[in-house]
């Protein structure tokens, strides 16, 4: 692992770019429908991520 906080830094970068794919959700704030998801989603227990997740696993499963 990397010394300074720099080479810290650049060694997360450089990680997340090589392992991590990220995608974005958006939520309307004008629509009520979407606050309202929006709010669930704060409400869970475990991570947004995770919780996004279980569901996908869930519906693949389903439609296996």
Do not use: A, C, G
Not at 24 to 29: A, R
Not at 31 to 53: F, G, V
């Amino acid at each position: 692992m990397p010394k300074t906080s720099y080479e810290q830094m650049q060694y997360i970068k450089d990680y997340n770019r090589e392992h991590i794919y990220y995608r974005k959700l958006s939520f309307n704030v004008s629509n009520e429908d979407d606050m309202r998801m929006m709010k669930w989603l704060d409400e869970r227990p475990q991570s947004t991520s995770s919780y996004l997740k279980q569901l996908i696993r869930e519906d693949m499963n389903k439609n296996l």
